[in-house]
C-alpha cells in the first residue's frame, strides 16, 4: 500500500513560483508518478508525469515552466513551478501507479495524495 503527501502548495503573485513535494510511504521505486490538477468546476488535467524508465512528460499549458523530478534515495517526487499565471491556479495532486508506464488518464492511477492547493494572483 503507498500513501502520498503532498506540501508546498501557497499564493503567489504572477511571475512567481513554488516548489511541491509529495512524500511517498511505501515502495514507489519503478512506478510512474505523476501531478494532476484540479480547478472548481473543471476536470482533473494532468500536469506532469515521470515514468518508471524517468521519461517525463508535460501539459502543453506548463511545457518550459514547471519540471518534474524524483529523488529515490528520500522517495519524494517533486513539481517545479516557475513563471506561474492566473490559469494554474488549482488543487494539485500527487498519483502514483505500479506500473513503469503511465497511464494513459488520471483514472489508470491507483493511488492518489489528498492534494494542496495552489493560488496565483494577477
Known amino acids: 500500500q503507498v500513501q502520498l503527501a503532498e506540501s508546498g502548495g501557497g499564493s503567489v503573485q504572477a511571475g512567481g513560483s513554488l516548489r511541491l513535494s509529495c512524500a511517498a510511504s511505501g515502495y514507489t521505486g519503478s512506478y510512474c508518478m505523476g501531478w494532476f490538477r484540479q480547478a472548481p468546476g473543471k476536470e482533473r488535467e494532468k500536469v506532469a508525469l515521470?515514468?518508471?524508465?524517468?521519461?517525463?512528460e508535460y501539459a502543453e499549458s506548463v511545457q518550459g515552466r514547471f519540471t518534474i523530478s524524483k529523488d529515490s534515495a528520500k522517495n519524494t517526487l517533486y513539481l517545479q513551478m516557475n513563471s506561474l499565471k492566473p490559469e494554474d491556479s488549482a488543487n494539485y495532486y500527487c498519483a502514483a501507479e505500479p506500473n513503469r508506464n503511465c497511464p494513459p488518464t488520471h483514472r489508470g492511477f491507483d493511488y492518489w495524495g489528498r492534494g494542496t492547493q495552489v493560488t496565483v494572483s494577477s
Open positions: 515521470i515514468s518508471g524508465f524517468e521519461r517525463t
